[in-house]
């Protein structure tokens, strides 16, 4: 039977905001220099006429989300930008019921044929991955459990029992889900803070010596800036993959400015993860990176909390790429590879030993994950796609909500920090970064939690 609190959709816009970079951005051999941030508002209305709008956002991501050779960036942000925009008419013409989970769970059928329809219509040979199709409806997706918390006067966790479901895990899941639902896998209230992940792009200078061209706006300009001015405990070290000593080297540097700045604050405990950006060959190129640096940077390397997904995303076309041996030195995490049950299923048969979690991939979807996760005992953390302002206060209330996650990642404020400059006035404690630390606390409100 239908939940009392069920809710359908009465209204759905998409709006675009552009968003210059400040500095490049280079992750697997690509390099990013301005994005697009996809704004969607839905409104919803409750069975007793209860009506409340909510808002999601994300970064378009289509040189992370779509890496092809064969079509141009700009046309590839061109069929995202409108893939999100079909996806939020569309919704805005359904006619269904129920909770956020269910109504999206019938919406996401139809991603894929909106997805090749635009890139038909755009000449596009090639057709749009899975995974940038869950992006481009990924703002619609939070905008829905937005609405639905408000439209209920309650944060949007507190909406995931049976109460509220009229499906328990085992309809999204697996058997053994049965009689349980999300409220057993988030956290009643945000945790008060978490350590928030730097990242270290390839391009970005470790120390003054590396700063060929000033930017001059005030903000740090090198690592060793960062590490001081906030407090940084944690930082997210991109690499090549396909060049062990620089792969190396740049580790080993990262830690030279690490061990530096922190014995001028007194402090000798922080953490690093790796993210080769799937350029590795194969597994064997990971145990030798890490018996380097045992043998070069063995410090270096007990700080590694995890390794990020190093081979190819496609899992079944690479069925050797097995991680077992190097899950056992470290965890290592799917990422590009997780768009859905099946994915991830298979990605633990092939070794990895955790899950990185993104929005972007949408709300509902990362709870979901993220409870097979839990269940499994895997290792739990949360990414963000450089994504400012509501984006991230989106992603940074997940991790806060999920047992075992120990840090959020959070890059826009080195990146795009513009993007931000509206909600930091409103949320600087969640901005502002503290002792390597944002205040997630504070996100308690109706909805998402801001």
């Known amino acids: ?85 079909a996806v939020v008419n569309k919704a805005a013409g359904c006619r269904e019921s129920g909770h956020p989970l269910d109504i999206v769970e019938i919406l996401e059928q139809s991603y894929q044929a909106t997805a090749d329809g635009i890139t038909s219509s755009l000449g596009i040979a090639e057709r749009m991955p899975k995974l940038m199709t869950l992006v481009a409806a990924s703002p619609f997706d939070a905008a829905l459990h937005d609405a639905y918390g408000k439209a209920l006067g309650r944060n949007v966790y507190h909406c995931y029992g049976a109460e509220f479901a009229n499906h328990d895990l085992a309809h999204y899941l697996t058997p053994e889900f049965s009689g349980e639902y999300l409220d057993r896998y988030v956290l009643p209230q945000p945790k008060l803070s978490l350590p928030l992940y730097h990242l270290v792009g390839a391009l970005d200078p470790l120390t003054a010596a590396d700063v060929a061209k000033p930017i001059g706006d005030g903000l740090p300009e090198t690592l060793a800036e960062w590490i001081a001015a906030e407090g940084l405990t944690h930082l997210k070290i991109k690499l090549a993959g396909d060049n062990l000593s620089w792969d190396v080297a740049r580790v080993k540097a990262v830690e030279a400015v690490a061990c530096e700045v922190n014995r001028g604050l007194g402090r000798d405990r922080w953490f690093y993860s790796t993210d080769f950006n799937e350029k590795c060959r194969n597994v064997e190129y990971v145990l030798e990176f890490l018996a380097t640096l045992r043998e070069q940077a063995p410090a270096a390397l007990e700080r590694i909390q995890y390794i990020e997904q190093p081979t190819a995303r496609d899992l079944r076309a690479n069925p050797d790429n097995k991680m077992h041996r190097a899950a056992a030195v470290r965890p290592v995490v799917i990422d590009e590879s997780l768009t859905d049950l099946e994915t991830l299923q298979l990605a633990v048969e092939q070794g990895y030993s955790g899950v990185a979690l993104k929005t972007c991939k949408g709300h509902g979807q990362a709870l979901l994950m993220a409870a097979y996760a839990l269940k499994h005992r895997l290792f739990l953390c949360v990414q963000d796609l450089t994504c400012p302002g509501a984006s991230f206060l989106h992603s940074a209330g997940l991790a806060a909500r999920l047992p075992g996650v120990a840090a959020v990642e959070g890059n826009a404020r080195q990146f795009c920090p513009s993007a931000n400059r509206a909600w930091a006035a409103r949320y600087p404690e969640l901005f502002h970064v503290r002792d390597g630390a944002v205040r997630t606390g504070l996100l308690t409100g109706p909805g998402l939690g801001h």
């Open 1 to 85: 039977m239908p939940a009392g609190t069920d809710i359908r959709i009465v209204g759905a816009r998409c709006e675009l905001e552009e968003t210059p970079f400040r500095t490049p951005l280079k992750f697997g051999g690509r390099v990013v220099d301005g994005s697009k941030v996809i704004n969607v508002y839905a409104t919803v209305e409750t069975a007793t006429g209860q009506r409340a709008e909510g808002h999601g956002a994300m970064p378009v991501g289509n040189v992370w989300g779509w890496p092809t050779a064969q079509v141009e960036p700009p046309l590839t942000e061109k069929a995202v930008c409108q893939t999100a925009a």
